[in-house]
């Protein structure tokens, strides 16, 4: 059972910052942040805690690979899979005893986010069946989602659906509270998390054309930011912030 009672929903009509690659203090007007886990959530704002869930981080994946060489997921001749776009090798979620596992150490994640004084939680890479060169199917990952769902909601943390579009017809099962896109404006994506959310869906948009084609459909009904690519902190050569 999800206690979802419990837990606190993001507002909607409201501006939002994606600040997940370095804190700083919101522009005027912002409702909302996400930071990673590793920052304090915003002062008197909704904030929401980044965790990646299904992949390792670069800087940690010495941790994973001597602490649970297990968990990291491989081929057949022991090679580890990779996202190449972001250098993160991919967990391993394709039993439920390793998914348990995971979720022990995840958790433990979730758990610091909700003592930091978060009030929601987006696990990221919910995709990562996609880019696992067929080790992993889109089954595993949604089982690996439910059960973090079932940690966060039991801290009194509100889950965000991380991208996955084609997650949507498993809100329900999985039990998401709301959605955190990347470029829906590119992909025409925003709609169908609309649909599925209402106003409670968080976008970020790392172009100009993907940030006009949001602002221009769904502004006022979703929260759009453009960011740069870096999501660097304020006072950086490449930062970049607009609203619609």
Known sequence: MNPKGLVTMPPTGVQWDYQIGGAYTPPPGVRVVSRDRSASPAPGLYSICYVNAFQAQPDATDWWRTNHPDLLLKTASGEPVIDENWNEQLLDVSTDAK??????????????????????????????YSRSQGLLTADQDAAMAAELVRLAHGKGLAVGQKNTAEFLPRVAKIGFDFGVTEQCGVYDECGKYAAAYGGKVFDVEYDDKGFGAACHAHAGRIAIVRRDLDVSAAGGSSYVFKTC
Do not use: Y
């Open 99 to 128: 998914r348990a596992a995971l979720a022990k150490i995840v958790g433990g994640w979730i758990d610091d986010c909700a003592a930091k004084g978060f009030q929601a939680v987006e696990p990221d890479n919910l995709d990562s």
